[in-house]
């Protein structure tokens, strides 16, 4: 399973990074998050980044970020294996 991100969809508001650091640390942690989101203020470009510490949270039904991303940016794939 993989998480990606529509960068069209996404306003930045950061639900993502404070879902996952409530999942993390059961507080609001942004810190402690594996999920990063910044907005540069010149040109409004976003930069959304997960990191190695994700889990997808594994005891939920889907990941936290895509299930509460009220812009609908968060999605899951499944990721395919190519045969050799």
């Known amino acids: 399973m993989k998480i990606i991100i529509d960068t069209n969809l996404c306003y930045a508001c950061k639900t993502c990074q404070l879902v996952c650091s409530f999942h993390h640390t ?9 999920i990063i989101v910044s907005r540069n203020p010149q040109d409004g470009t976003i930069k959304w980044r997960m ?10 039904k889907e990941p936290l970020c895509v299930k509460y991303c009220i812009y609908g940016a968060l999605q899951v794939v499944k990721e395919v294996k190519e045969h050799d």
């Open 26 to 34: 059961k507080a609001f942690w942004p810190e402690r998050s594996s």
């Open 51 to 60: 990191s190695t510490t994700c889990d997808r949270c594994i005891n939920e």
